[in-house]
């Protein structure tokens, strides 16, 4: 399997491409790395260096990868934060380029605009560009509840709103959703949840709550969800996988009080989960 991931890198530390990457390449996928910026570590430290590339030099990059006339094997592309609606515009060429050349390739957004506490961090007019242009473009998204709310207008306080909120987005064009990080009415205090809709139906996956928040993990579970969606075509193999692998590395991480995701020291949770939660039909 081949995918092209166009996101944000860091030098260290994991976020973006930098958390994406490795576990796709754990679970044998050959991963074409685009970097929309480049910093030394993520801005959650307050503090960092480096720059934020031209919108110009995706396309540049995408034109090189098909000057060697491998688009048509390229199986899906995977975005997360775009920093700019330049820099969106240019993803949504890389994809419509690499479907001119594989109809069969699909498109995975992780719509990536802010979370609750935290409220919107995205520069103005990305959340719009979401709304719009992306997300009617993917196939797969994987919004967390504050920008499943955002995206759709909708407060989803219980279940059944978070469903109706995913219903309407399926209808600007997404064959399978997955929310993360959902706290519902229905969801206990010491737990959380994942809900994913897809053509085979709706799933829900709980785990316990820990007692870690860190910056990557979002980027890492989009894009084992898109790789389990395209490996089984099973929505609810790819949520109970992917939630199952990023438990054990948060669990891993919660242990040795880390500040980073330890993806690499917990790699084996990518190919063989420690802890399996199973996904229930709703």
């Not at 540049?60 to 060697?68: C, F, K, N, Q, T």
């Not at 242990?255 to 330890?262: G, I, M, V």
Request: charged fraction near 15%; hydrophobic fraction near 45%.
């Amino acid at each position: 399997m081949n995918i092209l991931s166009i996101q944000s890198h860091v030098a260290y530390g994991h976020v973006g491409n930098a958390s994406a990457v490795f576990p796709l390449q754990r679970l044998g996928v050959e991963v074409w790395p685009i970097n929309t910026v480049q910093f030394s570590n993520h801005t959650g430290y307050g503090a960092w260096r480096g720059q934020v590339f031209e919108a110009s030099v995706i396309g540049d990059l995408v034109e090189g990868i098909a000057e060697r006339g491998v688009l048509a094997r390229c199986d899906g592309v995977l975005s997360g934060y775009m920093g700019s609606a330049d820099i969106g515009a240019a993803i949504l060429d890389a994809v419509a380029r690499v479907r001119a050349a594989n109809r069969n390739a699909a498109y995975c957004c992780d719509p990536v605009i802010g979370d609750v506490g935290r409220g919107i961090f995205v520069r103005q007019g990305i959340p719009e560009f979401m709304r719009e242009q992306a997300v009617p473009a993917a196939d797969v998204i994987t919004p967390n509840q504050f920008e499943l709310e955002l995206l759709t207008r909708r407060t989803c306080t219980t279940l059944p709103e978070a469903i109706a909120a995913c219903d309407a987005l399926h209808a600007l064009g997404p064959k399978v959703i997955l929310v993360t990080s959902l706290h519902v009415s229905e969801t206990p205090s010491d737990s959380i949840d994942l809900l994913a809709s897809g053509p085979d139906g709706r799933f829900l996956v709980r785990t316990p709550r820990l007692a870690v928040s860190l910056n990557g993990a979002g980027d890492a579970i989009a894009a084992l969800f898109f790789f389990h969606v395209l490996r089984t075509g099973s929505t609810a193999q790819a949520v109970s996988l992917a939630a199952s692998s990023i438990y054990g590395v948060l669990t891993r991480t919660e242990k040795a009080q880390s500040r980073e995701l330890l993806l690499v020291e917990a790699q084996d949770e990518f190919v063989t989960p420690s802890r399996l939660f199973p996904a229930s039909a709703i």
